[in-house]
């Protein structure tokens, strides 16, 4: 079965400002939503770290992101991440199993690079030091009807 993350147009804008937000330090977040790939929730995590080259989502952040998941009936679909000053491309530390727990899970991994003055932004699937591209598209706003 193919799958393709769904991102509303509102929460990809909300991705970019927090990786903007962040700087000069990695951002990191949860996107959620239903198992067809439609993203509904965008989770902001703490990067414990406050590195510009490194993420670890601080527990607390995560294990509330988490709680409401599960409140809402909702799958982590997808973590995303910034690179403040690379392409956005997995690291080698992106695609390590002993740094990156989300390696070789069925999750998303969406990196926002800010690099360029426009923020270029890739999904990929992470294995054990390799990657693939995912497939993923920006949904645009309904207009109100009536």
Not at 71 to 81: D, M, Q
Not at 102 to 107: E, N
Request: glycine share 4%; net charge negative.
């Amino acid at each position: 079965m193919h799958f393709r993350l769904q991102i509303p147009s509102a929460i990809y804008e909300a991705m970019i400002v927090r990786a903007q937000a962040e700087l000069p330090n990695e951002c990191v977040g949860f996107l959620a939503g239903t198992s067809e790939g439609v993203v509904t929730e965008h989770l902001p995590l703490i990067n414990r770290l406050a590195d510009p080259r490194r993420f670890e989502s601080e527990g607390r952040s995560q294990l509330a992101a988490e709680k409401r998941c599960r409140e809402l009936g909702l799958k982590i679909l997808a973590v995303y991440h910034s690179h403040p000053t690379s392409p956005p491309i997995p690291s080698r530390t992106d695609t390590d199993p002993d740094e990156n727990l989300w390696v070789g899970q069925p999750v998303v991994s969406i990196i926002i690079s800010l690099a360029t003055p426009e923020p270029e932004v890739r999904a990929w699937w992470l294995e054990p030091h390799r990657y693939t591209p995912a497939d993923w598209v920006v949904m645009p706003e309904k207009e109100p009807s009536g």
